[in-house]
């Protein structure tokens, strides 16, 4: 497509629930993010994906959080065992290259809803 | 994480008014970015930054890579409607953008 397309657009689940939230990148963009706004802030990284691999993880809060790329196009960012915390906007992007000099193309994002 | 302050939080404006915001980091960013985030939308990038004291042009949009390399702002002039939205600052270090807290614009006819 001609965006980074997020799937689903809102998600609520109940506690302690699993939820899986759907990236597909711009084609042929090899780097791929995840971020994470909760309400009035500005986003947070989460994860960074160069091909199939997780080049940096270090902004997943917990090891309740995962994400996959297994063909190196879309990704999964996987939550379990929800919590009310997790609330928030789950932003996706994607750019040509690691470097991602021309900036970050997002998605609409997933607003997931944990009550 | 890294704190990026921005300000104002807040701004509301008359329709034609230049509008001016800033963002500060207590660290060094090789890359500033600017983005403008409407309601239920990702955020779309207005304007980047690579070197300390580029001054960049966007249309109406004009930014600063400040010369400690640990501020930058954004200039819009004359105002329209369609400005109203959510800018944010980010700055990059490795793979990872860190962003501001935001400045919402509400622009006035």
């Known amino acids: 497509g001609a965006g980074v397309s997020q799937t689903p657009s809102n998600k609520v689940t109940e506690k302690g629930k699993y939820v899986e939230l759907r990236c597909d990148p711009i084609s042929g963009h090899t780097a791929l993010y995840w971020y994470r706004q909760s309400l009035g802030q500005g986003p947070e990284f989460l994860i960074y994906?160069?091909?199939?691999?997780?080049?940096?993880d270090s902004g997943l809060p917990n090891d309740r959080f995962f994400a996959v790329r297994p063909e190196g196009s879309v990704s999964t960012l996987k939550i379990q065992r929800t919590e009310r915390g997790d609330s928030a906007v789950y932003l996706c992007a994607s750019s040509l290259s690691g470097t991602g000099n021309y900036g970050y193309t997002f998605g609409s994002g997933t607003r997931l809803t944990v009550v | 994480g890294q704190q990026l302050n921005q300000s104002p939080q807040s701004m509301f404006i008359q329709e034609g008014e230049d509008v001016s915001m800033n963002c500060t980091s207590s660290s060094i960013f090789n890359t500033w970015l600017w983005y403008k985030q409407d309601p239920g939308e990702g955020p779309v990038l207005l304007i980047a930054?690579?070197?300390?004291?580029e001054l960049t042009s966007n249309g109406r949009l004009t930014a600063q890579f400040g010369i400690t390399r640990k501020d930058s702002f954004l200039n819009i002039s004359a105002s329209i409607p369609s400005d109203v939205g959510i800018y944010f600052c980010a700055g990059q270090r490795g793979n990872q953008f860190y962003f501001g807290t935001g400045t919402s614009l509400t622009v006035i006819p």
């Open positions: 994906f160069q091909g199939t691999g997780a080049a940096d």
């Open positions: 930054l690579y070197k300390a004291g």
